[in-house]
């Protein structure tokens, strides 16, 4: 799913460094900030997918009941009415001020996917944006070679309410440091309180013997981080006057504490 803060533009480098590390292929994946869930589709396994804004993961369930194997084409698919073919602005302005008329699956699909730069209501997407945004959230659930996110269990909550089972892997996708924060289906802003993530983010290792990995730009300033891959990430969605932002993304390993 195209989403502000999406790793789509570097799975094909994180997600051989984090299949590489896991103990075993059942290692239970935990994605606790899952956005638009680009990074548990891509892993294999038992996985985990957890999101704060409810009304994705409602969207995300939404499309795990809908889609279907075909026999006569031995591919997975979804009904044509899955999603509406297009949103129109007048709909769009409707269903942004009347949420509560409508399922939260659909207040997902319009708030995000048919926004301009994925930011929540924030400014109405034609066709050509919706029809892009539709595709990349059907191949989430159409892969042939592996069942991306047709068997991933879903979450929707704060972080810090995971009962993350003993010994799993867990990759944390949170906001990034000095960015911003986060919102709720309502699309409300909460502030993002670093510190105690940071905390929690240790005693994952320290307590509950995960192996536990961050996406950031820059490295915690609390417990202790190694870093194991950094790269230029070109951010077309924050780009001004036609020049895309450049940051170096960077994937780090929680060591604990001390």
Same mark, same amino acid.
């Given at each position: 799913?195209?989403?502000?803060?999406?790793?789509?533009?570097?799975? =094909?480098?994180?997600?051989?460094?984090? =299949?590489?590390?896991?103990?075993?292929?059942?290692?239970?994946?935990?994605?606790?900030?899952?956005?638009? #869930?680009?990074?548990?589709?891509?892993?294999?396994? !038992?996985?985990?997918?957890?999101?704060?804004?409810?009304?994705?993961? *409602?969207?995300?369930?939404?499309?795990? =009941?809908?889609?279907?194997?075909? /026999?006569?084409?031995?591919?997975?698919?979804? !009904?044509?009415?899955?999603? !509406?073919?297009?949103?129109?602005?007048?709909?769009?302005?409707?269903?942004?001020?009347?949420? *509560?008329?409508?399922?939260?699956?659909?207040?997902?699909?319009?708030?995000?996917?048919?926004?301009?730069?994925?930011?929540? #209501? +924030?400014? $109405?997407?034609?066709?050509?944006?919706?029809?892009?945004?539709?595709?990349?959230?059907?191949?989430?659930? &159409?892969?042939?070679?592996?069942?991306?996110?047709?068997?991933?269990?879903?979450?929707?909550? *704060?972080?810090?309410?995971?009962?993350?089972? /003993?010994?799993?892997?867990?990759?944390?996708?949170?906001?990034?440091?000095?960015?911003?924060?986060?919102? &709720?289906?309502?699309?409300?802003?909460?502030?993002?309180?670093?510190?105690?993530? $940071?905390?929690?983010?240790?005693? +994952?290792?320290?307590?509950?013997?995960?192996?536990?990995?961050?996406?950031?730009? &820059?490295? !915690? *300033?609390?417990?202790?981080?190694?870093?194991?891959?950094?790269? =230029?990430?070109?951010?077309?969605? $924050?780009?001004?006057?036609?020049?895309?932002?450049?940051?170096?993304?960077?994937?780090?390993?929680?060591?604990?504490?001390?």
């Amino acid at each position: 799913m195209v989403y502000m803060g999406s790793k789509g533009g570097i799975l =094909e480098q994180i997600i051989p460094i984090l =299949e590489s590390r896991r103990r075993s292929p059942d290692q239970l994946f935990v994605d606790a900030f899952g956005g638009g #869930f680009n990074v548990v589709t891509a892993m294999s396994g !038992p996985r985990w997918g957890n999101e704060y804004n409810h009304v994705i993961v *409602d969207m995300f369930k939404y499309l795990q =009941e809908k889609v279907y194997f075909d /026999e006569r084409t031995c591919e997975w698919c979804f !009904p044509a009415d899955t999603f !509406p073919e297009e949103v129109s602005k007048e709909d769009y302005l409707y269903i942004r001020s009347h949420k *509560d008329e409508y399922p939260s699956w659909l207040i997902a699909y319009v708030g995000f996917c048919c926004s301009f730069k994925a930011t929540y #209501f +924030q400014g $109405y997407a034609g066709k050509m944006y919706q029809d892009r945004n539709r595709a990349s959230i059907y191949r989430q659930f &159409t892969m042939k070679y592996h069942s991306g996110m047709r068997d991933v269990k879903l979450f929707s909550g *704060d972080y810090r309410d995971l009962q993350i089972p /003993e010994g799993s892997m867990v990759y944390l996708d949170p906001p990034y440091f000095a960015v911003s924060g986060y919102k &709720t289906g309502d699309g409300k802003s909460n502030a993002f309180d670093h510190p105690a993530f $940071y905390r929690w983010a240790c005693s +994952q290792v320290d307590d509950n013997h995960c192996d536990v990995y961050l996406s950031e730009y &820059t490295e !915690p *300033d609390w417990g202790r981080w190694e870093l194991i891959w950094s790269n =230029e990430k070109r951010n077309l969605m $924050y780009s001004k006057e036609g020049a895309a932002v450049s940051h170096i993304e960077k994937l780090f390993k929680c060591l604990g504490r001390e």
